[in-house]
C-alpha cells in the first residue's frame, strides 16, 4: 500500500470545535459503557419530547430487534420548526438555489411553520391520517421539504422516490407501500433540461387505482394532461387551507418514512425508519460531524430522493435550527464553476458532497475552482461511496486551500445518519478513511466464518449494537429485513460492506461485497438491471456486474446473451439501453454490453460473477479456480471478445 498522508485537525479549528479529542475519547467511552446512560441524554438535550420516556434501548439483534425511548411521545416537526420560532422565526431556515444562477430565494422558520401547516391541513382534508403512505415525486424545489414535514406534522409516513425514476419504478414502490396520495410537479429542471415529472405520474397512475389524490406543484408551468377528480394544484389547494395546524403526537416508535434503497436480491425494499431515534442521530451527527455552529450555512448537494437529502438537508439541519441550502441544479451546469460560485452568493460555510461530483469537478481542471473565493468555506464533506486518495486532496488543496477539513462519512439508507466519520475538531485524516466510529457506534469485522478479527485486518463489517437510526423493518415483509441484515452473523448488523481496520483503529471500507453496485453514489441492485435486460424478447440470459470507472466510482457491465436465431447489433444494444432507462431510470444505464454466447456457470447453474467480475476488470491474469464451470471454454470466448473500457 502506498504511504498514507495523515491531515492532522488544525489546532484552530480543534480549539472552537464542539467535539475536541479529549472529549471524543471520553464520550465514545461512556457511550458504549453505558449506552442508556449516554442515549438518554443525548435525547432530552436533543429533542424536545411531549411525553418524556422512561425507557432507552431494547434490542435483541438476533431477531433484527431494536426499540428506542419507546414510552416516549413527540412530533418531529415540533422539533424542527415549532420550538425554533420564539428565537427564528425571521432566520432563513431554506436557501434554495435554482436550477438557472439567477433564480434564488430564502424561507425562514416563520414561513417554513405556514407552509407545512397550510399541507398538512390539506392532506387531512383529503382524508390522510396518521399511518397512511404518502409518495412525493419532487424536484429540488422548497415543497419537497414542506411536503415531507407536512406528512410528518400529521403522522402520516412519507415515501420519497427520487425524480430521476421511471414510470416503471414509481408505480412499484406506490403499489408496494399503498400511497393513496402523491405529491408532485408539473415538471423538474436540471442541467438546463426540463423531467416531465407529471407525465411519468400519470403514467404510474395508470396501474394505481387506489391513489386519489394528486397534488401537482407548478414549477415550469407547462401543459400537463389533468384528471379532475384526481388532480389538484398545490398552490391553489393550500392557500384555501388554515397557516396553524395541531401536530400528530407520535410515539418514538411510530414510523416516520420509508425510502426505496436496493439489495442484492429481488425489487428495491423499503426501508423503514421511526420517529425520535432517527431524528436524535440526524441531529446529533448533524451537528458534532460538521461541527455546525449558529448562523453557519450548510450546504448538502445530495437530491431529497436519497437518504442524504433526508438527513443532511431536512431532517438533521432543520431539527437544529440551521440555515440549509437546498439547489435544484447539477454541479456541472451552466458549467464546473457553479458550486463554487454558489458557495459564493450564499457564503456556504460547510459543503458535503458525493465523491463522483468530486472527480468530475476534478476533471473539468482546476480554473473553475481557482477563479472562485471559497473563503466562507470552513469544513468539507464527502458521502456515498469510497473517495479514492487523489480526489480527496484535490478536494482538500484546491477546494479547501488547505484550510478546511474533511469528513468522510460512511453511512447507509439502513444506518440512517453517519456511524464512521471524523469528527472534525477530534480525529485526523487520512485521506480514503472514514476513520472512526460515531458515538454509541461498535463497528467489527468478521472474517468468512463469523469470527470477529481483532487489532488490524480486513473483513464483513457489522455492527454489534443497535443504534437509535437503526432501519426498524423492511415495509411490508419484516422477514426481508431479518434475513437481509441480521441473518448472516446471528447477533450482528450485516453493513453488505467490506472493511479493513488499520493500527490506529480507522476503518477503510473496501466497498460492497453483495451485488450492489455503487454507480455515482447511487445504489443498484445487479439483478433489478438483469431483470431489466431480460424483459426483452430477444434476450435469454444477462449477468451484470461493476467495473472501476473513474468519474463514476462503478460502471455497469453487462453480460447479455440471446435467444437462438437473434444476432448482436447496435441497434438491439440500444434497446436494451432504453430499457433498463425505462423500468429503472437513466442511473440504470449500462455502460457497457458485451454479447456473450453463454455464461460461466457451475454444474448446478450458478453464474460465477467472481469471474465475470474479473473479466470486467480485465483482471484476466488470476481468474481463480475454473475448474468447477460447468463449460470453461466459455470464459476464453468471453476474454476474447471482451469490451474495451
Ligand atoms: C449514505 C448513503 C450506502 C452504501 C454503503 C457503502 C457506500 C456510503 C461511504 C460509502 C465508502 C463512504 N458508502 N458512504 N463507502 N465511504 N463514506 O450513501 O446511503 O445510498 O444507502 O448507500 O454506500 O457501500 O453501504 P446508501
Redesign the pocket.
Known amino acids: 500500500m502506498s504511504e498514507v498522508h495523515i491531515r492532522r485537525v488544525p489546532a484552530e479549528f480543534a480549539a472552537e470545535a464542539h467535539i475536541r479529542a479529549e472529549d471524543y475519547e471520553k464520550l465514545y467511552h461512556q457511550s458504549v459503557e453505558d449506552p442508556d446512560a449516554f442515549w438518554a441524554q443525548q435525547a432530552k438535550d436533543f429533542l424536545q419530547w411531549q411525553k418524556p420516556f422512561t425507557k432507552v434501548c431494547e434490542e435483541d439483534l438476533k431477531r433484527g430487534h431494536a426499540a428506542w425511548f419507546a414510552d416516549g411521545a413527540l412530533n418531529v416537526t415540533v422539533n424542527c420548526i415549532d420550538r425554533h420560532l420564539p428565537a427564528r422565526a425571521q432566520q432563513t431556515a431554506i436557501i434554495w438555489e435554482g436550477d438557472d444562477p439567477a433564480d434564488s430565494k430564502t424561507i425562514t422558520y416563520g414561513e417554513l411553520h405556514e407552509q407545512v401547516c397550510r399541507l398538512a391541513n390539506l392532506l387531512r382534508a383529503r382524508g390522510v391520517k396518521k399511518g397512511d403512505r404518502v409518495c412525493i415525486y419532487m424536484p429540488m424545489i422548497p415543497e419537497a421539504a414542506y411536503a415531507m414535514l407536512a406528512c410528518a406534522r400529521i403522522g402520516a409516513v412519507h415515501s420519497v422516490v427520487f425524480g430521476g425514476f421511471s414510470p416503471d419504478s414509481l408505480k412499484d414502490r406506490i403499489l408496494d407501500s399503498d400511497c393513496r396520495v402523491v405529491i408532485t410537479a408539473d415538471e423538474g429542471v436540471r442541467g438546463g433540461k426540463k423531467v416531465p415529472l407529471k407525465a411519468n405520474v400519470d403514467q404510474a397512475l395508470s396501474s394505481c387505482p387506489d391513489v386519489h389524490t394528486a397534488i401537482v406543484v407548478k414549477r415550469t408551468g407547462a401543459n400537463v394532461d389533468w384528471h379532475s377528480k384526481r388532480d389538484i394544484w398545490y398552490a391553489e389547494s393550500v392557500a384555501e387551507q388554515n397557516a396553524e395546524c395541531e401536530p400528530e403526537v407520535m410515539n418514538a416508535e411510530d414510523p416516520l418514512f420509508i425510502l426505496y ?1 436496493s439489495g442484492s436480491t429481488g425489487k428495491p425494499k423499503g426501508v423503514l425508519h421511526t420517529t425520535a431515534g432517527y431524528l436524535l442521530m440526524a441531529s446529533m451527527t448533524f451537528k458534532y460531524t460538521f461541527d455546525y455552529k449558529e448562523g453557519d450555512v450548510f450546504w448538502c448537494t445530495a437530491d431529497v430522493g ?3 437529502g433526508h438527513s443532511y438537508i431536512v431532517y438533521g439541519p432543520l431539527s437544529a435550527g440551521a440555515i440549509s441550502l437546498m439547489f435544484e441544479g447539477v454541479p456541472t451546469y451552466p458549467d464546473a464553476s457553479r458550486c463554487w460560485e454558489v458557495v459564493d452568493k450564499h457564503q456556504v460555510n460547510i459543503f458535503y458532497t458525493a465523491p463522483t461530483a468530486i472527480r468530475a469537478l476534478m476533471g473539468a481542471g482546476d480554473e473553475y475552482v481557482t477563479k472562485t473565493d471559497r473563503s466562507s468555506l470552513k469544513l468539507l464533506g ?5 473517495i479514492n486518495p487523489e480526489a480527496w486532496e484535490w478536494y482538500y488543496q484546491v477546494v479547501g486551500d488547505e484550510r478546511c477539513p474533511i469528513v ?6 439502513e444506518t440512517g445518519a453517519h456511524l464512521i466519520t471524523p469528527l472534525p475538531g477530534a480525529i485526523d485524516m487520512k485521506p480514503g478513511s ?1 476513520t472512526k466510529p460515531f458515538f454509541g457506534v461498535q463497528p467489527a469485522l468478521l472474517d468468512e466464518k463469523g469470527r470477529e478479527i481483532d487489532g488490524e485486518g480486513e473483513g464483513a463489517l457489522v455492527m454489534k449494537a443497535s443504534w437509535p437510526s437503526m432501519i426498524r423493518s423492511v415495509f411490508g415483509d419484516h422477514q426481508r429485513m431479518i434475513d437481509t441484515y441480521f441473518s448472516s452473523f446471528p447477533g450482528y448488523y450485516f ?3 467490506g472493511a479493513r481496520r488499520d493500527a490506529d483503529g480507522y476503518y477503510w ?1 473496501t ?2 461485497i453483495d451485488d450492489v453496485l ?1 454507480v455515482s ?1 447511487h ?1 443498484l441492485g445487479t439483478a433489478e438491471i438483469e431483470s431489466a435486460i431480460v424483459l426483452h424478447d430477444d434476450t435469454a440470459e444477462a449477468a451484470v456486474v461493476g467495473y472501476p470507472h473513474d468519474i463514476k466510482g462503478q460502471g455497469i457491465y453487462a453480460y447479455v446473451t440471446l435467444k437462438s436465431g437473434h444476432e448482436p447489433s447496435d441497434a438491439l444494444r440500444q434497446e436494451l439501453i432504453d430499457l433498463c432507462v425505462k423500468e429503472i431510470g437513466p442511473i440504470a444505464k449500462p455502460d457497457i454490453i458485451q454479447w456473450a454466447p453463454g455464461l460461466p456457470k457451475t454444474r448446478s447453474g450458478k453464474i460465477m460473477r467472481r469471474i465475470l467480475r474479473k473479466i470486467a476488470c480485465n483482471e484476466l491474469e488470476n481468474l481463480g479456480d475454473t475448474s468447477t464451470l460447468a463449460d470453461p471454454s466459455v470464459v476464453d470466448e468471453l476474454i476474447e471478445h471482451r469490451a474495451n473500457c
Open positions: 434503497t436519497w437518504i442524504t464527502t458521502v456515498g461511496e469510497p468522510d462519512t460512511w453511512w447507509q439508507t472514514a453493513t453488505g460492506d471500507i466497498g460492497r455503487n453514489g445504489r
